[in-house]
């Protein structure tokens, strides 16, 4: 399988793919309304660069993805951030959304659960979402990559599931990165409104071609492999959540909400006062050997986000330096 396939994806791919959306989000689309990219990350570009023009606004709430803003303005559109807040669980209230649209809003980006915070918006949360969304005509980019990493409930809800009119205004994202573990693959995809997908198509005749026919056969095995061994994954990542969780509970200068989803723990360090996150995330680099990311890509200076997508060990010997790390400059 080493030719040119098809400029969204191959024919077998794209029915896996609506028959998962069926079957974990009661999300009807045809393969036709599927398109496959270069990622997630690809996916969302293609749409901002369709839908989005000159100086229209990108809605995105913070904390939000480091790329969100920067891909909204190659497009030559705004990112206009909303804050959040953790008393808010890091979540977009529908009243905060309201207050942040104007007449040049086209989009929403909305990432469930989230990265770098881990939480997930609950139905009723979405439905007010929707009810915006539909209410100003504003389309929805709903980032689900990590959907079906979730801990602590039965699942989540695609918002386009909620009622036809959001479903027609909303690009539902997935791939296979994370529920598979295969981020160097580099497969994702999008689905939609035909007649935007048809757009998209366009788009990436003309920039990508069709994403690796390699990691297209890959992806369609990983998207027919038994529950079962996603379900052990969820557990296992549950596990280590809590056992960094934890950890971080006897901490009492680090303040974080803990995640519902994803594989992430997003701390607030700024009660440490030592500077940047960025100087912050050197500063432990440097000196217990621990890598973290720093807050103010994310939207969120003073923050840092740690991952547990590794082994118990390794959690429980990282979490150990950063507790000694704090004693050491809280003393």
Not at 308 to 318: D, L, P, V, Y
Request: hydrophobic share 40%; charged share 20%; glycine share 6%.
């Amino acid at each position: 399988q080493t030719k040119y396939t098809p400029t969204l994806g191959t024919p077998s791919l794209k029915a896996a793919i609506a028959a998962k959306f069926k079957k974990d989000n009661q999300l009807n689309y045809q393969p036709s309304q599927i398109a496959v990219s270069c990622g997630a990350k690809h996916s969302i570009f293609n749409i901002i660069q369709v839908l989005a023009d000159e100086g229209e606004e990108v809605l995105i709430p913070a904390p939000y993805w480091v790329s969100y803003p920067e891909m909204v303005k190659i497009a030559g559109a705004v990112p206009k951030i909303i804050p959040t807040t953790a008393a808010e669980n890091f979540k977009m209230t529908a009243q905060k959304l309201s207050v942040g649209i104007t007449r040049r809003t086209k989009l929403l980006i909305l990432n469930s659960p989230s990265n770098p915070t881990g939480m997930v918006y609950s139905q009723e949360e979405l439905e007010s979402i929707a009810e915006i969304c539909v209410r100003h005509n504003i389309f929805v980019i709903s980032d689900e990559i990590y959907g079906r990493l979730i801990y602590d409930t039965d699942g989540c809800t695609s918002i386009a599931s909620l009622g036809k009119e959001i479903y027609d205004l909303t690009l539902t994202v997935n791939g296979v990165s994370k529920t598979y573990a295969m981020t160097g693959w580099r497969i994702g995809y999008a689905a939609g409104r035909q007649e935007i997908i048809d757009y998209i198509n366009k788009f990436q005749d003309h920039s990508t071609s069709n994403p690796s026919s390699i990691s297209q056969a890959a992806a369609l095995q990983a998207l027919q492999e038994p529950e079962e061994s996603i379900q052990a994954m969820r557990e296992e990542f549950k596990k280590r959540r809590d056992i960094m969780t934890a950890a971080f509970d006897e901490i009492p200068q680090i303040r974080f909400v803990k995640p519902q989803g994803a594989f992430y723990l997003f701390c607030d360090f700024s009660a440490l006062k030592l500077g940047s996150s960025l100087e912050m995330a050197k500063r432990m680099l440097d000196e217990v050997n621990v890598a973290v990311i720093p807050g103010d890509g994310f939207g969120a200076p003073g923050f840092l986000r740690l991952s547990f997508a590794t082994s118990q060990e390794r959690i429980r010997e990282g979490t150990r330096r950063i507790k000694e790390w704090v004693r050491k400059h809280c003393t």
